[in-house]
């Protein structure tokens, strides 16, 4: 059984930055997959960034690459979204997930059996 809890979130103009964490509970979090999904209003949730739970592999829409970066650090049982250069389009709710062996398909949300209660992130133009 894994529990994340988000935070970070908030508003921002465009061009700015924000770090997002995940905070999980649960002595095998090294051992889980974890990602990030946001959601805007009206939409459905869409994979953002992952990260593998071994080696660091990591994984990102091509909306956020080159502006986006996932890390972990296990000591801490925290993944982070680092958010640069953020457009208006990036304002949604974000989560956290996690999936305990490695996801034959990152991106889809069904992959994934544990998530956070999710942080706004709102983005000005």
């Known amino acids: 059984q894994v529990q994340l809890v988000e935070s970070g979130g908030g508003l921002v103009q465009a061009g700015g930055s924000l770090r997002l964490s995940c905070a999980a509970s649960g002595r095998t979090f090294s051992t889980y997959a974890m990602a990030w999904f946001h959601q805007a209003p009206g939409k459905e949730r869409e994979f953002v960034a992952a990260?593998?739970?071994?080696?660091?592999?990591?994984y990102y829409a091509d909306s956020v690459k080159g502006r986006f970066t996932i890390s972990r650090d296990n000591a801490k049982n925290t993944v982070y979204l680092q958010m640069n250069s953020l457009k208006p389009e990036d304002t949604a709710v974000y989560y956290c997930?996690?999936?305990?062996?490695?996801?034959?398909?990152?991106?889809?949300?069904?992959?994934?059996?544990?998530w956070g209660q999710g942080t706004q992130v709102t983005v000005s133009s």
């Open positions: 997930a996690a999936a305990p062996s490695g996801p034959s398909a990152w991106y889809e949300a069904y992959e994934y059996d544990y």
């Open positions: 990260i593998s739970w071994s080696i660091g592999s990591t």
